[in-house]
Every structure is written in C-alpha cells, then in structure tokens.
C-alpha cells in the first residue's frame, strides 16, 4: 500500500478522535434567588407580563431635551466608544482563533543563484560551481482538533466577545443612567433656584416694608437687620445653588462629548413625573442584567480553557502536504519532470515538561472557580441594588406626603405672621422664624422630589434598563454614531 493511500485511510480515524472534548460540562453557578422582592411600593406596576421599552428606557419621563441629550451622548461619549472598540478587538480575536478550524495554504515562488564550495564534502567533479535554481509551488497544513484544543478555544473565545458585548451594553447603560441621573439633578436645581429666587423677590418686599416702619417710627432697626439678614442669606443660598448646577451642567458636557466652555443648557423648572416602573419576578434580572450576563459569560470561558490545558497532555496530529516545481532553468520550470511534492503527517508529545501542564490545568480551574465567584458575587450585588432602591423609593415617597403636608402648614404659618406683622400683632423675629421654616419646607419638597426622580433611574439600571441577555447573538447597532438602547 503507498503511502498516500495510507494517509487518506488515516483521515476517518482522525476524524473520530477529532470529536473528543476535554472540558468539563458546563454549568451556570448556583446563586440563591428569592421568589419576590421585599419592598414594592405601591406606585410599581409589579406586572411580570410588562417589561421597560428595550430602547430609550429614559423616554418614560417625558422630557425632550433628555432624549436629545441621550442621543448625543450615544454617538460622541468617548468611554462608550473606547468600550465599542474593546468589543470590535475581542471579536476579531475570535475570528482569529476559529481560523484554526481551517487549514493553512501558502504559495511561493523564488530564484536563486548559488554557488558551492569547491572544497564541499561529495562534491561530484563534474558539477558546475555555479547554478540557478528556480521553484513553484503551495505548501497545505492542517492540524486535526484530535482532543478539542481549537474547539475549545474558539469556544473560549466566543464566550469572551459575548462578554464583551455585554460590557459594552453595562457601559452604555451606565452611562445613559449617568446622564439622566446628572440631567434629573439639574432640573431640581433648576426647582431649587426658582423657588430661591421667588424668596429673594419676596424678602426683598418684606426688607422694603420694615424700612417703611421704620422710617415711621414703627419698628425698631433690629427689624430692618433681620430682615436684611433675611435677604442676604437667602441671595447668598441663590449663588451656592447656581455654583452647583454649572458643575452639574459641566459634568453633563462630558458625558455628551462637548466642551463644557461651550456647553449650555437652559433652565426648565417644569416638574418632571415620576413614571411607573414595570417589575418582574427577581428570577428576570439574571437575564436583563448586562453585568450579570457579562460574568456569567466569563464563567463559560473560563470552564472552556480547562479543555485547553487539559489538552496539552495529549499528542498533537498536523498533516502537511506540499507541492510545486523546481528547476535550474526558468524556461522549463513548469513542466512535469520538475515536478515535486511530499506528503505525510507528524505527530509531536511532549515527554517531560517539568510539571508544566500540571500546574496550567491547575491554573484553569482555579481561574474557573474565581470567574464563578465573581458570578455569584454579581448576581447578589444586583439584588441588593434592586432592594436596595426599592426601599428607599417607598420610604421617599411616604416621607413627600408628610413633607408636603408641612410645607403646606409652614407657608399658612408665614401668612399669619406677616399679617399679624403688619398690624402690629407679631413681631419680626416671627416673621422670620416663618419665612426659614416655609423655605426649608419647601426646599424640602423639592429634594424629596429630585431624590425619587434619581432613585427611579437608579432602579432602571439595576433592573437592567430595557437590555436583555437574548442581544447577546446579536451584533450590537453601535457603528460610532448610534447604538441600541441599553
């Protein structure tokens, strides 16, 4: 039998073995999920059916200039884009690690003028010293995945670019909530210097009647010093808060990819609604976590570079194959008596490594065991950030019915001090202690409504935004302008 034939006859038996796999059975970290969570306010829909839009999570609130600022900060925000590009690498680097499916093939060609030595070892008499050689051909090489080497490297790497791809969507989601947290933030400092403003106009009229009074001969001067300690207060409370929003606003020109020196956004003091929230069974968030779904990915990857440890203990199998034409003239150089060509498979062990392998298969699954660590610690991280919005988005909301109710009470109290003040009935001091309660009642009210706002957006990126783990074998849409919804 010639050797060729022996060598078609070996390819079913490489085959076979081609199928054998050395990774362990894959399976997802058990992490304790409960069947409910504990705080559900009454102002959730806790529909399981519902779900948050999957793009534009942040259209629920209803504001214009928001969906404008989440769109520029999808197609200019340089993290967003640093983190599009780890995710294009790492899916080229899966492309170049399913190329070892394949065999490789090359073709050269090359002409040579040598000389031999006249002195080399058998060295025919008659051989000329100087002479032409001139070749053609394709070299073919392909190694046989006997013990799951390339398949579980390809695997490994296909685990990575979906992890990737899931870093990309936590990124995105991150930053949309960054933004509307800092743009939610702005409108209530916007509510902040309205109301600040309002009591600067109304202080500024209660400094000019006590002069009046005083110039009468009604009241004492320590009025008109307390009423432009008053005014002066409540100014000075006015520029700290405007200090504040122009970071807020500088903050949001970066996550927008803008200059902040060129950066404006226009005050709007329009309340923004709370909107419901649609909350699903806890069960759901390990599919509409992009974080949890990244981890989880990297626990696949990690189980598949045990196969790629544990198949260095075993032989490697390439079969080669070459062919082409060779000649010292370039006339004939393609003619059947140049012909050449070899063909045959080789096998390479490692007899002794120093405990080399050993210890990489040792490293695999300790690398293993700590992806699904982190797996577990994520998932538990995620119910925590889920509670722990839920509960404080009840506890707000039961803290704004009392606060309003006091607000309601302080500027009823600062409406009869003012009239008993001005027949005389009441001194300034009341007056006073009446316009800092109204004030910080109110104040109040608008921070309540500002954290409930924030802890919605809060709540939205723990529950996932409007992601789910089934884009992961979807390309996502980001090309540098624009990308899907987090």
């Known amino acids: 039998m010639r050797r060729a034939d022996r060598f078609l006859l070996a390819l079913p038996v490489a085959v076979v073995l081609a199928g054998c796999n050395l990774a362990p059975a894959y399976k997802v970290p058990a992490t304790p999920v409960a069947e409910q969570y504990k705080d559900i306010g009454p102002w959730v829909q806790a529909q ?3 779900q ?6 942040w259209s629920s609130y209803g504001d214009h200039q928001l969906d404008q600022l989440q769109q520029r900060l999808l197609a200019h925000n340089a993290d967003l884009a640093a ?20 065999p490789q093939i090359g073709a050269s060609a090359g002409a040579v003028r040598q000389r031999q030595s006249d002195t080399a070892p058998m060295r025919s008499p008659t051989a000329p010293a100087d002479y032409d050689t001139y070749t ?72 000019q009647l006590t002069q009046t009074l005083h110039s009468g001969g009604i009241v004492s001067g320590l009025d008109v010093a307390r009423a432009q300690t008053q005014l002066s207060t409540v100014k000075s409370q006015w520029a700290q ?20 020196s060129q950066f404006t956004l226009p005050s709007q003091t329009a309340a923004v609604p709370l909107p419901p929230i649609p909350l699903a069974v806890p069960s759901t968030l390990l599919q509409r976590r992009p974080d949890i779904a990244a981890a989880e ?69 300790a690398a293993a065991d700590e992806a699904g660590a982190k797996y577990r610690g994520v998932v538990l991280g995620a119910f925590q950030q889920v509670e722990d919005n839920l ?23 600062l409406d009869l001090a003012m009239k008993q003040y001005k027949v005389g009935a009441a001194s300034y001091l009341d007056v006073v202690q009446s316009q800092t309660a109204a004030l910080q009642a109110q104040s109040s009210v608008l921070n309540l409504g500002t954290q409930q706002l924030r802890a919605s957006v809060q709540l939205i990126r723990a529950l996932g935004g409007g992601w789910s783990r089934e884009q992961l074998a979807q390309k996502p849409a980001h090309d540098g302008n624009t990308t899907a919804g987090g």
């Open 48 to 50: 399981p059916a519902d």
């Open 52 to 57: 948050l839009p999957r793009t534009d999570w």
């Open 83 to 102: 983190a599009l590009a780890h995710y294009r690498q790492a899916q080229a680097l899966f492309r170049e690690a399913r190329s070892g499916y394949f």
């Open 136 to 207: 053609a051909g394709a070299q073919l090489s392909y190694e046989v995945d006997l013990w799951g080497h390339v398949r579980d490297t390809v695997a490994a790497g296909r685990d990575e670019a979906q992890a990737t791809a899931a870093d990309l969507a936590s990124v995105q989601l991150s930053l949309q909530a960054q933004l509307a947290d800092d743009y939610l933030a702005l409108r209530g400092l916007d509510q902040q210097l309205q109301l600040l403003q309002q009591s600067v106009d109304a202080y500024r009229k209660a400094l």
């Open 241 to 260: 808060t405007a200090a504040q929003r122009a970071e807020m606003q500088d903050a949001i020109a970066v996550l927008v990819g803008e200059s902040a």
């Open 297 to 365: 990915r990297r626990t696949a990857e990690a189980n598949a570079e045990i196969g790629v440890a544990r198949s260095a203990y075993f032989p490697s199998l390439t079969l080669d194959a070459q062919g082409g034409f060779l000649s010292k003239r370039y006339a004939d150089l393609l003619t059947a008596p140049n012909h050449v060509w070899a063909l045959g498979p080789s096998l390479l062990f490692d007899l002794f490594d120093g405990g080399m392998r050993k210890a990489q298969v040792a490293a695999a699954k």
């Open 391 to 413: 509960a404080l988005l009840d506890r707000l909301s039961a803290a704004m019915v009392d606060q309003q109710a006091a607000a309601v009470a302080a500027q009823h109290a």
